[in-house]
């Protein structure tokens, strides 16, 4: 196990809702990062953050933000939900001096109706 | 064009057989490069990193071809544990960590 863990596992949201998804990363880890999954693709990189900012953003609008607390621990906020919302949500986290590795969490399987 | 390029398969093989799997990038700067397992509705799961120098764990053997922009995995000795989805995956030459997939190369090992 990579010690990374997420919460909850499974969500359903109606279209036009807010969710916030929960992300702990590995002791010893100060960056987090969070991918969008959709079934059959890759993950598709959202953005990631080091000591509390965002450090790097990929191509995802406005309504997905995000925070980082002092404990490494993170939240994905995604508002005003879409069907194309409907993904797992995988969080992954690293060593920002260590050797670029990243370990994922079992990830937020989102359904959005 | 994608970013990172792979034959999707499935690659369908007997228990036993060595199987290889292949990948391209479009950007020559990136920096680090990696392959992740992913079983079906599982996270990826971080199987090796891959060096210029290539690099072996076991019956997994990585290579790195910078100036081809191309990444291989071999598998030897097939088990049917190993029956999966590979993700090619790099990493851009900037502060941050972000990674880039592929969309998997899908292995089942048949008895």
């Known amino acids: 196990e990579t010690g990374v863990t997420q919460s909850p596992t499974h969500l359903i949201k109606t279209r036009g809702q807010q969710v916030t998804l929960r992300c702990s990363s590995q002791?010893?880890?100060?960056?987090v990062s969070w991918y969008q999954q959709a079934l059959g693709q890759g993950p598709q990189f959202i953005f990631q953050?080091?000591?509390?900012?965002?450090?790097g953003r990929g191509n995802f609008p406005p309504r997905f933000s995000g925070l980082q607390f002092p404990n490494y621990s993170s939240e994905l906020n995604v508002n005003a939900l879409e069907l194309d919302d409907s993904a797992l949500y995988l969080c992954?986290?690293?060593?920002?001096?260590?050797?670029?590795?990243?370990?994922f969490g079992p990830g937020t399987r989102l359904t959005v109706t | 064009r994608k970013e990172v390029e792979q034959d999707p398969g499935p690659f369908n093989v007997p228990e036993g057989a060595t199987v290889a799997f292949n990948c391209t990038y479009s950007?020559?700067?990136?920096?680090?490069f990696f392959w992740y397992r992913q079983d079906c509705r599982k996270e990826p799961k971080l199987l090796m990193s891959?060096?210029?120098s290539g690099n072996e764990d076991g019956r997994f053997t990585a290579q790195l071809n910078r100036a081809s922009q191309y990444i291989s995995l071999l598998i030897r000795d097939s088990k049917l544990s190993d029956s999966a989805t590979y993700l090619c995956v790099v990493t851009p030459m900037d502060s941050s960590y972000k990674l880039i997939f592929g969309s998997g190369t899908r292995l089942l090992v048949r008895p």
């Open positions: 950007n020559s700067a990136s920096q680090s």
């Open positions: 002791s010893g880890h100060n960056t």
């Open positions: 953050y080091y000591r509390e900012e965002e450090n």
């Open positions: 992954a986290s690293t060593s920002k001096e260590g050797n670029r590795e990243q370990y």
């Open positions: 891959v060096y210029s």
